[in-house]
């Protein structure tokens, strides 16, 4: 019997286990997978989930294993360009994009060492319920033992297919059709710091990671999916080559050192987050179009957010009810806010984006607080100050 059952040990399962543990709750923390091992990501951690990584003792461990500090972002969009960079959060000036088979190690390593019992290479079959509440699940182990483990809480942190979500019928309460198609890949000696492009139709990105690889991504409308899969190299080299000449000579300079990854399925929705026995974090409740690389970010905070909530309340079926609520509750804020940028920007129609930002070169406080909005360093209502609305005649 376990106090709470984690399903999937990525970037919202293991710090959910982490923080439980530390609460003195005993946790089972599952993964399919066998770590180290990758995943499809966009590798950014912005401010907020930079400053948690800090509050948790795990940021110099990103250092350590080789993730370059990324001090400066650039945005350029058809006739302006901007950089800066977002503001501190906890004195802290500089963030990282660490590579998933750094990262999610990293996590559930501080799971383990916070007294989770850490099991990979498991697959969860069903969930275990009584009477109408979820109980627990049924896994099988990595040696082919069929395993029933109980729980008063079972955390579903497994992903945008979530099988916690399917199993207990979760709804998604907000849905958008998918908009983007994206594909990258890691180039050595390619100079770079954090850097996003775009015109009309298509959007790059630009992240410094590990061992001083720099990930280059290009994204697509996706109406083009069916196309570009067909022809993946081609039309991401002429992604960049018409988009940003510039970065194109950058990279032609440099070498590319993995294959191109890449996916037309990016779904954009929050579903139900909590019932009877369970709860969702990070992509199994809300999932979103990757281009504004929230993703890693938003799972930490909802990490933190849940476990908080629940605090020493687990066993008290009424308390635990009014912490979910209160979790839940909190994804329609600043998840939302996020949520919906997310998609402004997944339209790769830059025209509006364009307009107000050619207002604010010259300013270079408002450009950074521009850039500390999806940081998580600044809100949208901070944002749009009296002095900002007056520069763009919205007073």
């Not at 300013?363 to 850039?371: A, K, L, S, V």
Request: glycine share 8%; proline share 4%; net charge negative.
């Amino acid at each position: 019997m376990y106090d709470v059952i984690v399903i999937g040990a990525r970037c919202a399962g293991a710090p959910t286990a982490m923080l439980f543990a530390r609460r003195g709750y005993r946790v089972l923390l599952l993964e399919r997978a066998r770590f180290p091992q990758d995943t499809l990501s966009s590798h950014y951690i912005h401010m907020q989930g930079m400053a948690l990584l800090n509050r948790w003792g795990l940021l110099d461990q990103l250092r350590d294993a080789g993730c370059r500090p990324i001090t400066r972002q650039i945005y350029a969009g058809p006739g302006v360009r901007v950089d800066g960079f977002s503001l501190p959060i906890d004195g802290l000036r500089h963030t990282y994009a660490p590579r998933r088979h750094v990262l999610d190690p990293i996590l559930a390593a501080a799971a383990a060492a916070a007294g989770a019992e850490f099991q990979e290479g498991c697959a969860v079959n069903d969930l275990v319920y009584e009477r109408d509440r979820v109980a627990g699940v049924r896994y099988t182990t990595p040696g082919g033992a069929e395993v029933t483990a109980r729980a008063h809480l079972v955390v579903g942190a497994d992903g945008m297919r979530s099988l916690v979500a399917r199993k207990v019928g979760a709804q998604n309460v907000i849905e958008h059709p998918r908009m983007t198609t994206t594909y990258y890949s890691y180039w050595a000696d390619v100079p770079s710091d954090f850097e996003l492009y775009e015109r009309p139709g298509r959007w790059i990105g630009v992240i410094p990671t590990n061992d001083d690889l720099t990930l280059l991504m290009a994204y697509f409308p996706q109406s083009e999916f069916n196309d570009v899969r067909k022809a993946v190299e081609p039309a991401f080299l002429e992604a960049f080559r018409t988009t940003v000449p510039e970065l194109f000579e950058r990279m032609s300079a440099g070498r590319r050192v993995e294959q191109l990854y890449g996916t037309g399925h990016q779904e954009n929705f929050f579903r139900e987050a909590h019932g009877p026995g369970w709860v969702l974090v990070g992509d199994a409740v809300n999932h979103k179009d990757s281009i504004t690389a929230r993703g890693i970010t938003e799972a930490f905070v909802q990490a933190e957010s849940l476990t908080a909530y629940v605090g020493d309340g687990l066993h008290d079926h009424a308390a635990l009810g009014k912490a979910l609520r209160r979790y839940e509750n909190d994804l329609s804020g600043e998840a939302f806010s996020h949520y919906q940028g997310a998609l402004n920007v997944a339209e790769l129609k830059p025209e509006g984006r364009v307009e107000m930002l050619r207002k604010l070169v010259g300013h270079q406080e408002h450009i950074d607080r521009y850039f500390s909005t999806l940081s998580g360093a600044c809100s949208i209502d901070d944002f749009y100050n009296d002095e900002l609305l007056e520069l763009l005649d919205l007073s």
